[in-house]
């Protein structure tokens, strides 16, 4: 392997001091501090290294850049450096690697000189302090530059408190997606599965294997290819879609779903695929059934109610005027015979009566006495049999 091409990389953990020091301020710049004091721009010194084209170079670097000689002190600095450590040129030059790299030991400088020997550059993960003791996360790049024929240490720091936040917050979503308890998963515009978490994969029936997912084809999950078909298509015209669903697991059985699709972007806006999110709605189809059967029920002992109602009226006439016409039909023919009438009439409202609750396919209730307002009470209302 080319000498270019190594890299050595070392991670110091900040000083225990220190970072609880950094702890007590809200971690610095990673809570998003108000911008640092600007130290002015230090021309060079007599002391500066290199001559003027380098020094030109030096201080235009976008990183901080610190030079030291091999046992770590520090005797060159960029306004970008000292932009970092809010420090002045003059303070740092009294100062090591040390006293800047939180957590560096004497032995981190051994390890950069050996290092130095065989690797072409070194890159270190740590904490460096500002001159009011707070920390800020670093990536420093170390290397080897030889300045009129002597050896220094050139540190090129690279303050990544933004990526760490972003790496933060990466790690937050991403805990919370993989903790959710909706099945979520991500596709491409052909309907690959490219991301899914456990729960998706708990409701096809692959939660030991999130991985045997990965690649599979919607079709081959949804058994319906024209809903496929749809959630594609509108999230091609970038627009959101969802729907209700029955899907089959692998073990075969079955599971009612909620499936809402949106489409997916990169940093460019560009359209990259869709974002699934899938809820079991079971239970809540199973109360809502409940819920059904249970009205069902309560709709019959009402009608079964509302039924003897009026059933009991016509009922009562004939059994009354029966009653009559055993007593006077030797003695009062005239009687009998509207008794008689009355029995018929009776029995013909019953039959239509009988009738018309054959014929029921609308449940509808009316008030008990006409002209009343219906209270709402089972107690206050009766089932409507008039013809419609």
């Keep these: 392997m080319s000498r270019l091409s190594q890299t050595m990389r070392i991670d110091i953990p900040p000083d ?13 710049t990673l809570a998003g501090p108000e911008p640092l004091p600007v130290i002015p721009s230090q021309t060079t010194s007599p002391t500066s290294l290199g001559d003027p084209d380098f020094q030109q170079l030096f201080q235009s670097v976008y990183d901080g850049a ?41 032995e981190t400088l051994a390890t950069l000189q050996s290092g130095i020997q065989t690797d072409r550059f070194i890159l270190i993960q740590a904490h460096c302090t500002r ?16 300045i009129r ?7 090129f720091i690279r303050d990544v408190s933004r990526r760490r936040q972003a790496e933060e917050m990466l790690r937050t979503v991403h805990t919370a997606i993989q903790n959710s308890a909706t099945g979520i998963a991500i596709a491409d515009l052909k309907g690959r599965i490219n991301y899914i978490n456990q729960a998706g994969a708990r409701l096809w029936g692959h939660s030991a294997s999130v991985a045997s997912l990965i690649g599979t084809n919607l079709g081959t999950l949804i058994p319906d290819p024209e809903t496929v078909s749809a959630m594609i298509g509108a999230v091609k015209r970038g627009e959101r879609w969802n729907s209700e669903m029955t ?59 509302a039924a003897c109602h009026h059933l009991g009226q016509p009922a ?3 059994l009354a005027s029966l009653e009559l016409m055993a007593r006077v039909r030797q003695t009062d023919k005239g009687m009998a015979d509207e008794l008689l009438s009355s029995s018929i009439d009776a029995a013909e409202s019953l039959r239509k009566m009988l009738h018309n609750l ?26 409507d049999v008039s013809p419609s």
């Design 16 to 28: 225990l001091k220190e970072e609880l020091r950094l702890d007590d301020r809200k971690l610095g």
């Design 131 to 146: 001159h009011d003791n707070t920390l800020f996360p670093c990536e420093i790049a170390v290397n080897c530059l030889a």
């Design 247 to 305: 899907l089959q697991t692998e073990d075969k059985s079955t599971l009612q779903v909620q499936m809402a699709v949106a489409p997916n972007r990169d940093s460019e806006d560009n359209l990259i695929g869709m974002v699934i999110s899938i809820l079991d709605i079971s239970d809540r189809i199973r109360a809502n059934h409940a819920e059904q059967q249970a009205d069902r029920q309560r709709v019959m002992v009402e009608s079964l109610g």
């Design 316 to 318: 009562t006439v004939i």
């Design 358 to 383: 054959n014929d029921i396919t609308e449940y509808r209730t009316t008030s008990y006495i006409e002209g009343h307002d219906n209270t709402g009470l089972i107690e206050s209302r009766i089932l």
């Design 149 to 155: 024929n002597k050896e220094y240490l050139c540190c």
């Design 66 to 106: 610190i030079i030291t000689d091999l046992k770590g002190r520090i005797v060159d600095a960029n306004n970008r450096a000292l932009y970092f450590l809010q420090n002045t040129r003059e303070k740092l030059l009294t100062m090591d690697l040390t006293q800047i790299i939180s957590g560096a030991t004497e």
